[in-house]
């Protein structure tokens, strides 16, 4: 019996020492991880555009190549539509510290004059640290080469597509139909949650700019676009863009009617999204409880960063998939999941009844 615990132990004790390493290879190889994995993902959501243009007699490289133009036109289009609100918002950051300034002055005195004359609050100058630019400049430029290389893995990826399942056949001992079901699946997971993601925000980003542009908002279009990307990280993104643009539309505008009318309409968008446009365009592919959608956010984002705390909703998707096909993991797949038990026992229920009422019309 002690010889049996012992080995549990060395089990969970090696499982814990995998689990570190894996964490640390992951955050010292972020450089090649990071677009590595984008282009993994982008490649399966692009390969339906390759492999049509393919079957339709182009050479695969040219496919490929058309397919990278086609999508870096779009968002070359959209970043140029974009520009001119970019350069306008720039030209108007020091008007809006200065409102920053000077309401934030008002704000201290009056809380100063509740509390009374002893009490004592930072200088707001302290707020703006110089440093800050520079880590901002840095994160940028790293972003940047992780978009040049990105392309480079998208292209590579389709290209050499049969040798990875070659590869991954050749490496299966359970045969090859399990591994093309992986595939498949897996394939499935990343190409219904981008391309549906992908729509959502476009949804999102119309509606956002229409309400914006009747609210006044000066650089609606720039903000709505904003408001969508951020809506790619659920919880934080959604929390954290609103309150930037709450805080935006408060310093420049005089009446306190405009910033909660946009936080009402932020928060009746979002319900909007939630509620009814993501159900219907994403529906439950990734189908990842809230629960571990947050943990994976959270992981991502100490791993990743911005990238991570996108990337590892879908990778929690196609942790999964792994799980529920080793029947040892299997327990674990479950508990990713967002199938309660009850819910599971109806959908079982209807699903032999249908099997039930086939099997009777066969006969």
Partial sequence: MDSLRILHLQKAAYSLIIFVLVIWIMMAGSVILIPLVWGAFFAFALYPISNWLEERGFPRAMAILLTLIFVTFLAVFVFYSLTDQVIGLIKDIPNIKASFYRKMNIYIEDVGEFLGPDSDFPLTSDLMNPKNLEVALFETGRSLVLLGVMPLFIFLMLYYKDFFSEF???????????????????????????????LVTIIVSIISGVTFYFLGIKYYLLFAVFIAVMNLIPYVGVIFSSLLLVFYVLLTTDSMFYPLATLFMLWLIQFV??????????????RVNAFAVILAILIGGFIWGVSGMILFIPLAGLLKITFERIPSLAPFGYLLGDIYPVIEKRENFYKKLIKKIKNQRNK
């Fill in 168 to 198: 991954l056949r050749k490496l299966s001992k359970d045969g090859e139909p399990k591994v093309l079901s992986f595939i498949e699946d897996s394939g499935k997971v990343i190409q219904s949650y981008l391309l549906g993601m992908l």
């Fill in 273 to 286: 999204e939630n509620n009814f446009i993501t159900p219907v365009v994403v529906g439950g592919k990734v």
